[in-house]
């Protein structure tokens, strides 16, 4: 990684400096200041001597610049982008991050001249983004030297980008919030609504804080985890094909198999929570991802003998793809964790009217009313400490939220669980079209 300005950091340092760019909102109040501090540090990060922030403006089409290093006074007065303008533009309207190692070779920007103030022909480029929702976009350019970007840093400032944008959204609940405190003091006639609301707000901080911190730790265990996991996984894989059938090593070595799969499941889970990944826009058929939801599970059901009965509607359901099967995985996971050996699930897709209806039930060890509501913030579990790590419900909400959809519980302690996901046939871009 000698062309780039990472590779002269040790891991552990790179994790300090990253982690010290996420804990920026927690010494700041002011939006503006957050972003030109955010950009500040990003910059000195990657070896920069130029950057910007820009953010979309409310119900436009238009990129505003909000913070800028390196630029001149005059260059930076009222600088407004328009979606596809670009480098910025090009990434605000696709939502996809830009590695652009030589604009002057590119043929993506083959019409883009570059202002004459920049050193270098380099750029990386990313959106910021919330749940797919389009905040504003960070570019980075001018490295010091004159030397090019590393792809390695364009993931590196895409990771950082999904930080900068869930700890903008969490300054401005922020000020809502206190907003709302101060209004409630004028208002005793809307007091309750006020403080229903203000409650409200106060949850929603709190959430972003937790993903937040996911988002660093994820970004820690995917580097330091995946690739020793993908070896380990390899090397298994390999002793089990040198191994008959009868032989008692098999049967340690599938139990170690296992536990690597819960390993990766976890990393993913946690990944899944902090990056906001956009939907395909592709159409998927319901049944086909209900099935390769319990393929993926297949070695989870056989060694528990549980019974999976499907009824399954016979007309072709397809809907646009925004993480249906992930949906479909999490729920059926949490039912084969609940059932004791021998258990049984039932799982059945349906229309009705202009809703796809989608049915999980088990006759598990159920859930207490009180924790309908919990058991989809983050962290929030009730397995064993070895079983879960509480993520796995909060991506089956956020997705079901995308589709704008609804999750209806209904279990009592030691009388089973059935979850019932209705989601809108018709919708598109992840909003509904109704």
Same mark, same amino acid.
Request: charged share 25%; proline share 3%.
């Given at each position: 990684?000698s062309d780039?300005?990472?590779?002269?950091?040790?891991?552990?340092?790179l994790f300090q400096?990253?982690?010290?760019?996420?804990a920026?909102?927690?010494?700041?109040i002011?939006?503006?200041e957050?972003?030109?501090?955010?950009?500040?540090e990003t910059?000195?990060l990657?070896?920069?001597?130029?950057?910007?922030i820009?953010?979309?403006?409310e119900?436009t089409s238009e990129?505003?610049?909000k913070?800028?290093?390196?630029m001149e006074?005059a260059e930076?007065?009222?600088m407004?982008?328009?979606?596809?303008?670009?480098?910025?533009?090009r990434v605000?309207?696709t939502?996809k991050?830009?590695?652009?190692?030589d604009?002057?070779t590119?043929?993506?920007?083959q019409?883009?001249k570059?202002?004459g103030?920049y050193?270098?022909?380099?750029?990386i480029?990313a959106?910021l983004?919330?749940k797919?929702?389009l905040?504003?976009?960070?570019?980075?350019a001018d490295?010091e030297g004159?030397v090019?970007?590393g792809?390695?840093?364009?993931?590196?400032?895409?990771?950082?980008a999904?930080?900068i944008? %869930?700890n903008?959204? /969490?300054?401005g609940?922020y000020?809502?919030? #206190?907003?709302?405190?101060?209004? *409630?003091? $004028?208002?005793?006639?809307?007091l309750g609504?006020?403080?229903?609301e203000?409650?409200?707000?106060?949850?929603?901080?709190?959430?972003h804080?937790?993903?937040?911190?996911i988002?660093?730790l994820?970004?820690g265990?995917a580097h330091?985890f995946n690739?020793?996991?993908d070896?380990?996984?390899?090397?298994t894989?390999?002793?089990?094909?040198?191994?008959?059938?009868d032989?008692?090593?098999?049967?340690y070595?599938?139990?170690?198999k296992?536990?690597?799969?819960?390993?990766?499941?976890?990393v993913?889970n946690? %990944?899944?929570?902090? /990056?906001?990944v956009?939907?395909s826009?592709? #159409?998927v058929?319901?049944n086909? *991802?209900? $099935?390769?939801?319990?393929?993926?599970l297949h070695a989870?059901?056989a060694?528990?003998?549980?019974k999976?009965?499907?009824a399954l509607s016979?007309r072709?359901?397809e809907?646009?793809?925004m993480?249906l099967?992930?949906?479909?995985?999490?729920l059926?996971?949490?039912?084969?964790?609940?059932v004791?050996?021998?258990g049984?699930?039932l799982?059945?897709?349906?229309?009705e009217?202009?809703?796809?209806?989608?049915?999980?039930?088990?006759?598990?060890?159920g859930?207490?009313c009180?924790?309908?509501?919990k058991i989809?913030?983050?962290?929030?579990?009730?397995?064993d400490?070895?079983k879960?790590c509480?993520l796995?419900?909060?991506?089956?909400?956020?997705i079901v939220?995308c589709?704008?959809?609804?999750?209806d519980?209904?279990?009592?302690?030691?009388?089973?669980?059935?979850?019932?996901i209705?989601?809108?046939?018709?919708?598109?871009?992840?909003?509904?079209?109704k």
């Open positions: 990684m780039n300005n990472i590779g002269q950091f040790m891991q552990t340092e400096k990253v982690s010290s760019i996420c920026i909102v927690n010494s700041v002011d939006e503006r957050f972003l030109q501090i955010s950009l500040s910059m000195d990657l070896g920069a001597k130029r950057g910007s820009f953010l979309l403006k119900n990129l505003e610049l913070a800028a290093i390196g006074g930076k007065r009222n407004v982008k328009r979606l596809g303008e670009g480098v910025v533009g605000a309207a939502k991050p830009i590695y652009v190692k604009i002057a590119d043929d993506r920007f019409n883009y570059a202002r103030s050193q270098s022909p380099s750029f480029c959106p983004l919330i797919d929702r905040i504003g976009v960070i570019n980075v490295k004159g090019l970007f792809k390695e840093e364009l993931y590196l400032l895409d990771f950082l999904s930080q944008a %869930l903008y959204r /969490r300054i609940l000020y809502k919030f #206190k907003t709302i405190l101060r209004e *409630s003091q $004028d208002l005793k006639n809307e609504k006020s403080s229903q203000a409650t409200h707000l106060k949850k929603q901080v709190l959430l804080e937790k993903l937040a911190t988002g660093k994820a970004g265990i330091e690739n020793p996991l070896g380990v996984m390899r090397y894989n390999l002793c089990l094909e040198h191994v008959k059938e032989e008692v090593v098999r049967g070595l599938l139990e170690i296992h536990g690597l799969n819960r390993m990766a499941t976890i993913s946690l %990944l899944a929570c902090s /990056r906001n956009s939907p826009m592709q #159409k058929d319901v086909a *991802s209900l $099935d390769q939801a319990i393929v993926s989870e059901i060694h528990k003998n549980i999976v009965d499907k016979s072709p359901l809907i646009i793809d993480g099967e992930r949906v479909f995985t999490n059926l996971r949490n039912a084969v964790d609940a004791e050996k021998d049984i699930i799982l059945s897709t349906s229309q009217e202009e809703f796809f209806v989608f049915e999980i039930s088990d006759n598990g060890c859930l207490k009180d924790s309908f509501e989809f913030e983050p962290f929030y579990t009730t397995k400490i070895d879960g509480g796995g419900l909060t991506i089956v909400s956020e939220k589709y704008f959809g609804q999750i519980i209904e279990s009592a302690p030691g009388k089973g669980a059935k979850f019932i209705k989601i809108p046939i018709h919708t598109k871009n992840g909003q509904n079209t």
